[in-house]
Each structure stands twice: as structure tokens, then as C-alpha cells.
């Protein structure tokens, strides 16, 4: 508030005491919102973090996203899948009786803006949550700022343990590297596979930890990495690496990186000779990726959250609503946006307030949810425990071939794709 242009020494007065009293309320306030706070419902982004959230009008959340960059199909599919989830629930008439209002910006695949992009979304918008990111280095970066202000963050699908670790705002709806690690190290032993080499990105969070866990899980299954080699993303030349990884005799080759480098390497790999197949994570799952790789990829496999040929009722019904509101069919990234903006409506129903610790409370209470990509269940560390899948490059398309389940889950029944999909089966 600016200072009234008087000169009397008693206004002047005044208007110190009124300075300091804001100030010691915005420092209590602040230090009340890190580490999400001492009050109850404390952080609620309704305010911009600093108190509670509005009780009328629409509810305003936000997504960040990769709308552009490097990884931009990543934020354009996950932020459709949002988006229809918005529309549906807004159609059954919202939450609390409001409807939802969705403000979604772009850090242009950047890490290192994605921080920035939150807390506008946190002091401009004022949100009453978060939804963010896919890659988790952005995930980090945008959930230290949500942890500060005391504002609830669902990330779709960062698969770093670190995105939610000593944040009590922030969850996730998909599994983690530690589970997905074991999901490809099993497919591979499975199909015989019992020598493979790594070839990571050594800047990513996510392919640095994906590839650490692929090689102790698949060593303690008794197999061997034949050579383990780093690359950085955007390095147009990885031949001397593929070099090492043509001669060491391994039988697959396990590239936990994202689709924008996976197509360009596969590429290379093929010309100078190297024939076994590729493996990969989650981070491959693009409509991208088969028009970098071409014939390239053909043939290979990676781990991902859903499959959209399964044969389970709500992947068909979420394919069909996809299909016909954005013309195109869904990949994992826009079924986790889905769910995970679901998670939250259902949560932001349940919650005693619309408060920061409240709301991030019940979203942390999660427990088998139906979702597309599976029954989600939030654990301690606000992590969820389900099933993956495995796709493999047919046609330029990732088809069904596996489920796989967590360590000391029961077998699960085989799952049969979509009609015309080819045979599928079930794993543990």
C-alpha cells in the first residue's frame, strides 16, 4: 500500500505501525508455509499460499507442462488428458457444487523454468493445486516450490523416488523408477535376454536413476551388464559408445532416455551394426518416437503405464472419450494426466477444507482408485503401488505384449489385448 503524500507526524506514525504489523503477519505466514506448515489448511493456494481458499466461484488448479521444447508431446498429451478430465467433471457438476477452472503454462522443457512457471501459477493464479510434471528434473524443481508455499502437487508421471522424497505436498499417481527398473530387468530375463548394455543420459535424474536400478535388478536376477555407457541429451554423435556396446556381446541394449535422443540413437546404432533389440522405460512413450526411429526401433520394447490396446473395460472406454474429443489415440502421458487429475477432483470432494495441508492429507490417503493405468494406491512416501506394462514397436505403434506386477503381488491373470492387437501376458 503506498504512503498517503501528507506530512503529518501522526499519520506518519501510524503508517510505520501498520508496516511492521504486515510485516511480522507475511513472516509468520511464511514460516508457517515451509515444510507445509504448522497450522491447519495452512498454504492454500486459493490465496496465492497465504491462507485460506476462496469458498465460492470456481476452483482454479494448475498443470505445468512441456507445451513446447524438447519433450513437448509429453505436456500436450498429459495436458489433454487433464483437460478432458476437467470437462467430465465439470459436467457432473464439479467439486463442493463449484465448477473447476484449469490454468496450464509452459516451462518449454526446462527444468530449469519450471520453478518459475510454479510459482506464478502459486502468487498470480493463485491455485488451489498443482499437477506436474512428467520429466522429473522439472518435477524437483516445481515441487520445491510447491512444498514452500504449502500447495498441494500431483505429478502424472515423474518416476524419480526423489520427486516426492521429505515433501509431504507432493505425490505422484504413477510408479517409480525402482519398480520400473524391475519391470524391464524381468521382461529381459524372461525373453532370454540375459546380457544387455546401458547407455543412459548422465544430465537426466531420470535416465541416471532408471539405469543405476535396471542394473542392480537385473543382476540380482543373475543377469550381466556386458558395458554400461553416458551420453548427454542433444549429443548428435554416440558413436564410440555404440562402438563399446557392439562389442561386448550383449544380447539387448537398455536405453532409459527420452524419445527425442532414443529415435536418433537407435538410428546410429543400425548403421553401424548393432542388431540386438533396444529396451527402454516410460520416457519413450511418444507418437514421436516411431517417426524419429522409423524401421529402427521396430522390434523393441518399453516399459510404460497403459496400454491403449488392453482389453480392460476403463482403457477402452478412455480411449474411445479421447478418440472423439482430440482425434487422436492417448499414450501413457495423457491416461496419467487423466487419472491424475481425477485423483485429485475425488480428493478435493473428500477434504475437509480446501487448505494446503488438508487437501494434500487426503490426496496422500489415496487407496484404490480405479484409474486407466491401473488401481492407484498411495503409499507412505506418497507413491503409487501398480502394475506396469510392457509395449513393443509393431507398425510404428506400442503394442501390448505384458503386465507386470510388484514383488509379492499375486500372479495376476493373463491380460488379452484389444481385439487385433496380438497376444498378451502376464508377468512377475
Request: aromatic content about 8%; glycine content about 14%.
Given at each position: 500500500m503506498p504512503h498517503p503524500q501528507e506530512s503529518a507526524v501522526n499519520l506518519n506514525a501510524w503508517n510505520k505501525v501498520l508496516m511492521v504489523a504486515a510485516f511480522a503477519v507475511l513472516a509468520v505466514g511464511g514460516c508457517d508455509k515451509l515444510g507445509g506448515g504448522k497450522g491447519k489448511?495452512?498454504?492454500?493456494?486459493?490465496?496465492?499460499?497465504?491462507?485460506?481458499?476462496?469458498?465460492?466461484?470456481?476452483?482454479?488448479?494448475?498443470?505445468?507442462?512441456?507445451?513446447?521444447?524438447?519433450?513437448?508431446?509429453?505436456?500436450?498429451?498429459?495436458?489433454?488428458?487433464?483437460?478432458?478430465?476437467?470437462?467430465?467433471?465439470?459436467?457432473?457438476?464439479?467439486?463442493?457444487?463449484?465448477?473447476?477452472?484449469?490454468?496450464?503454462?509452459?516451462?518449454?522443457?526446462?527444468?530449469?523454468?519450471?520453478?518459475?512457471?510454479?510459482?506464478?501459477?502459486?502468487?498470480?493464479?493463485?491455485?488451489?493445486?498443482?499437477?506436474?510434471?512428467?520429466?522429473?528434473g522439472s518435477s524437483l524443481a516445481g515441487g520445491k516450490v510447491a512444498q514452500q508455499f504449502g500447495v498441494p502437487m500431483i505429478s502424472p508421471s515423474s518416476t524419480n523416488k526423489k520427486v516426492t522424497e521429505g515433501r509431504d505436498m507432493v505425490s505422484r499417481v504413477c510408479f517409480v523408477d525402482e519398480f520400473q527398473g524391475y519391470v524391464v530387468a524381468k521382461f529381459a530375463k524372461d525373453q532370454k535376454l540375459d546380457k544387455v548394455a546401458v547407455l543412459f543420459d548422465q544430465a537426466a535424474p531420470y535416465s541416471k536413476g532408471l539405469a543405476e536400478t535396471f542394473k542392480s535388478e537385473l543382476e540380482g536376477l543373475g543377469g550381466t551388464i556386458t558395458t554400461s555407457q553416458a551420453y548427454t541429451a542433444g549429443d548428435a554423435?554416440?558413436?564410440?559408445?555404440?562402438?563399446?556396446?557392439?562389442?561386448?556381446?550383449?544380447?539387448?541394449?537398455?536405453?532409459?532416455?527420452?524419445?527425442?535422443?532414443?529415435?536418433?540413437?537407435?538410428?546410429?546404432?543400425?548403421?553401424?551394426?548393432?542388431?540386438?533389440?533396444?529396451?527402454?522405460?516410460?520416457?519413450?512413450?511418444?507418437s514421436?518416437?516411431?517417426?524419429?526411429?522409423?524401421?529402427?526401433?521396430?522390434?523393441?520394447?518399453?516399459?510404460?503405464?497403459?496400454?491403449?490396446?488392453?482389453?480392460?473395460?476403463?482403457?477402452?472406454?478412455?480411449?474411445?472419450?479421447?478418440?472423439?474429443?482430440?482425434?487422436?489415440?492417448?499414450?501413457?502421458?495423457?491416461?496419467?494426466?487423466?487419472?491424475?487429475?481425477?485423483?485429485?477432483?475425488?480428493?478435493?470432494?473428500?477434504?475437509?477444507?480446501?487448505?494446503?495441508?488438508?487437501?494434500?492429507a487426503t490426496i496422500a490417503a489415496t487407496k484404490d482408485f480405479p484409474g486407466v493405468t491401473g488401481k492407484i494406491t498411495l503409499d507412505a512416501n506418497r507413491d503409487a503401488q501398480k502394475q506396469a506394462v510392457v509395449v513393443q514397436m509393431k507398425g510404428g505403434k506400442p503394442r501390448y505384449v505384458a503386465t507386470v506386477v510388484p514383488k509379492g503381488w499375486p500372479e495376476p491373470s493373463p491380460v488379452a489385448p484389444a481385439a487385433g492387437s496380438g497376444s498378451g501376458s502376464a508377468t512377475k
Open positions: 489448511g495452512s498454504g492454500s493456494a486459493g490465496s496465492g499460499g497465504t491462507g485460506a481458499a476462496p469458498q465460492t466461484g470456481t476452483i482454479v488448479i494448475g498443470h505445468y507442462a512441456s507445451l513446447t521444447g524438447s519433450e513437448a508431446t509429453f505436456g500436450v498429451s498429459t495436458d489433454h488428458g487433464v483437460i478432458l478430465a476437467m470437462e467430465e467433471r465439470n459436467a457432473a457438476g464439479g467439486v463442493k457444487g463449484r465448477q473447476i477452472e484449469l490454468k496450464t503454462l509452459d516451462d518449454a522443457s526446462k527444468s530449469s523454468e519450471a520453478g518459475n512457471v510454479v510459482q506464478r501459477l502459486i502468487s498470480e493464479d493463485h491455485v488451489v493445486a498443482l499437477i506436474g510434471e512428467v520429466a522429473s554423435d554416440v558413436s564410440a559408445q555404440l562402438q563399446s556396446i557392439k562389442t561386448s556381446g550383449a544380447q539387448a541394449v537398455f536405453l532409459p532416455g527420452y524419445y527425442t535422443d532414443v529415435g536418433n540413437i537407435v538410428n546410429q546404432a543400425r548403421k553401424l551394426g548393432v542388431t540386438v533389440p533396444f529396451l527402454g522405460g516410460d520416457g519413450w512413450d511418444s514421436k518416437l516411431a517417426e524419429i526411429g522409423g524401421a529402427a526401433i521396430e522390434g523393441s520394447y518399453y516399459s510404460n503405464h497403459y496400454s491403449f490396446d488392453e482389453a480392460r473395460p476403463e482403457v477402452k472406454e478412455f480411449v474411445a472419450k479421447f478418440e472423439k474429443r482430440w482425434g487422436e489415440t492417448p499414450d501413457g502421458l495423457a491416461a496419467l494426466g487423466y487419472d491424475a487429475a481425477h485423483v485429485l477432483f475425488v480428493a478435493m470432494e473428500k477434504s475437509p477444507s480446501l487448505g494446503g495441508k488438508d487437501l494434500a
